[in-house]
């Protein structure tokens, strides 16, 4: 593990990155989640939380880990343990995305905190995302990556489950095939073995099956969202990830609106019947 202290110093290192937001990343995006849309055009919004398409970090194939991650941080700060997962993150849409913008995002590292965790030591990284057209400031996501020891021999246990919540209005099935999370890595250009490398998956970092991405089940739930607030403006998201899931186990997406408010509670739900990512969406 890479000193906490000497960590400390990366602490509000930014970096900036171009790209232009094009036709077929937003058809990919599409494709991948069996979204039935007409084609997409110049000009047309993109769903808020797709920023998440744009800017990929593109290392030689070389510099790769042996979990096929490139270190999280694009300073040079080193990854602080050696395998790494998606927490949390809060996202602040002020201007919509279009096909065919050109885009900026400032990177920044917001914070560092070290836990002892059920499973060792843990180190969790905040990193601030600002996205800007030529507008202004689009989207802002303040986005949580948790760093953990590497799994000993034999399974991961799983975390202790919270039970589903009841008084769900609104409800979908996602069934995870291993081609759905194949094409995300795609989309996303994201070379994590655990999500496409069943062997590396299960005997390496002993998890029941591939590992379904966190940025995956939090765009499922911004999909259930934005399909029961037709015409609303999404102006904010919050997401929490509680538990993994994974490929060939359908899980379910359920919501409902919080009363007198213009917020939405989102859930996604294991095959046990436990919260697997809790979310809330909040509209104009």
């Not at 050109?102 to 917001?110: D, G, H, L």
């Not at 590497?150 to 979908?172: C, F, L, T, Y």
């Not at 739930?221 to 403006?233: D, I, K, Q, S, V």
Request: glycine content about 8%.
């Amino acid at each position: 593990m890479t000193g906490f202290d000497e960590l400390q110093k990366y602490v509000g290192w930014r970096t900036e990155h171009e790209d232009v937001i094009t036709v077929s990343q937003v058809q990919r995006m599409n494709a991948t989640l069996d979204r039935d849309e007409p084609a997409p055009r110049i000009g047309d919004p993109v769903p808020p939380g797709w920023h998440l398409i744009f800017f990929p970090r593109i290392p030689p194939t070389q510099s790769l880990s042996r979990d096929g991650t490139e270190p999280a941080s694009e300073n040079g700060m080193p990854d602080p343990l050696p395998v790494r997962m998606f927490a949390k993150n809060k996202c602040k849409f002020s201007l919509p995305l279009r096909i065919g913008d050109q885009v900026r995002r400032i990177t920044e590292i917001a914070s560092i905190d070290a836990k002892e965790g059920r499973s060792g030591k843990l180190v969790f990284v905040t990193y601030r995302y600002t996205i800007s057209t030529q507008s202004g400031v689009a989207t802002e996501d303040e986005r949580e990556l948790v760093f953990l020891e590497e799994s000993k021999a034999g399974p991961r246990k799983p975390p202790p489950g919270q039970p589903a919540p009841a008084g769900a209005v609104w409800e979908m099935t996602v069934n995870p095939t291993n081609t759905m999370l194949f094409r995300f890595s795609a989309v996303t250009f994201n070379p994590h073995r655990i999500h496409y490398d069943h062997p590396y998956a299960t005997e390496a970092e002993g998890y029941p099956g591939l590992v379904v991405h966190g940025p995956l089940t939090a765009t499922w739930l911004l999909e259930l969202a934005r399909n029961n607030n037709p015409g609303a403006t999404m102006t904010g998201f919050e997401v929490r990830a509680k538990a993994p899931l994974f490929a060939g186990r359908p899980f379910r997406i359920i919501g409902r609106p919080r009363s007198g408010q213009r917020v939405c509670d989102l859930w996604a739900i294991t095959p046990e019947n436990t919260v697997a990512m809790e979310a809330s969406a909040s509209f104009a």
